[in-house]
């Protein structure tokens, strides 16, 4: 069982930045696939990012490249989201997830994923 609690959100102007940290209960965290996803009004819940267990491996949504970079410390059971040059099209609720079995090739789905955490606002103004 893992319990994923989210923090970090907020208001910014375009072109700013936020980290988004979400943090772990559990003394597995270090073998979990975690993934970031965002959800705005009226919309279905989307693909933000992934890493591995490790942290050697990441995966983006073509939106988010170049702009955001997810990282994990296994340390201290907790997975970060730095959003630079943020776009009022980013604005949503931001999920953190985890899952022990989910295969790379399936990280940008969100059926894969077990666990979720309750969401952290990021609104952009323009």
């Known amino acids: 069982q893992v319990q994923l609690v989210e923090s970090g959100g907020g208001l910014v102007q375009a072109g700013g930045s936020l980290r988004l940290s979400c943090a772990a209960s559990?003394?597995?965290?270090?073998?979990?696939?975690m993934g970031w996803f965002r959800q705005a009004p009226g919309m279905e819940r989307d693909f933000v990012a992934a890493?591995?267990?490790?942290?050697?491996?990441?995966y983006y949504a073509d939106s988010v490249k170049g702009r955001f970079t997810i990282s994990r410390d296994n340390a201290k059971n907790t997975v970060y989201l730095q959003m630079n040059n943020l776009k009022p099209e980013d604005t949503a609720v931001y999920y953190c997830?985890?899952?022990?079995?989910?295969?790379?090739?399936?990280?940008?789905?969100?059926?894969?994923?077990?666990?979720w955490g309750q969401g952290t606002q990021v609104t952009v103004s323009s």
């Open positions: 890493i591995n267990w490790s942290g050697g491996s990441t």
């Open positions: 997830a985890a899952d022990l079995y989910v295969s790379s090739s399936m990280w940008s789905s969100n059926y894969e994923y077990d666990y």
């Open positions: 559990g003394r597995t965290f270090s073998s979990y696939a």
